[in-house]
């Protein structure tokens, strides 16, 4: 089995990109393959709808998240929602996601928009039968220390993440 991890910030010093390594950390420790992207050094173009599809950045992207049992998106949220740029990979990748097994980790500025992820999660959900984990991490400013995950109970429930995404993969290959 093998799983895929996309961090989905642009931003050179991103928190979320942060997450998504330790999240990649925890996987490889499992023992699991891991497909690590960060969209900031796989830029996509953004989705047309039409001629975009058959670009070859696209077209990889697409085949990275076919191959992928389970996949972590670590997104940054942006007013109240995950950044454009994790939407638009779904876009251009659409079918790729169906039926996959899909976690999330978040870095928001505060904890008013902990929420904010449910609308990714039932696009993904509705629109591509994704299993969406229930436990997902949320984390803001106060966890960090410069450009440092600082806060144990954070790396802890990043683990919990990992492991969690690997047993449901693996229960649903089995059934």
């Known amino acids: 089995m093998s799983y895929l991890i996309v961090a989905c910030s642009l931003n050179p010093e991103s ?3 942060v997450l998504a390594q330790h999240a990649e950390e925890a996987l490889r420790q499992a023992g699991v393959t891991v497909d690590f992207m960060a969209l900031k050094n796989n830029p996509l173009p953004l989705c047309d709808g039409d ?18 049992e389970g996949i972590l998106l670590s ?3 942006y007013n109240y929602d995950a950044n454009a740029a994790a939407k638009n990979l779904i876009e251009l990748t659409g079918k ?3 039926d996959k097994v899909v976690g999330f980790l ?7 928009s902990y929420m904010s992820i449910m609308s990714l999660a039932n696009s993904l959900m509705l629109d591509f039968r994704c299993i969406v984990l229930p436990r997902f991490v949320y984390v803001t400013g ?7 995950l600082a806060n144990s109970e954070i790396k ?5 993440l990992a492991d969690q ?9 089995t059934s």
Not at 106 to 112: D, E
Request: glycine fraction near 6%; charged fraction near 25%.
């Open 15 to 17: 928190r979320s990109l």
């Open 165 to 173: 995404l690997i047993k449901i993969s693996r229960a649903l290959q």
């Open 142 to 148: 106060e966890s960090f220390e410069a450009d440092n």
């Open 156 to 160: 802890q429930r990043i683990k919990k």
């Open 106 to 112: 978040c870095a928001a500025g505060g904890q008013g």
């Open 51 to 68: 001629s975009v599809y058959s670009r070859p950045e696209v077209i990889s992207a697409a085949e990275r998240v076919q191959k992928a």
């Open 75 to 77: 997104v940054p949220i």
């Open 96 to 98: 790729s996601w169906e």
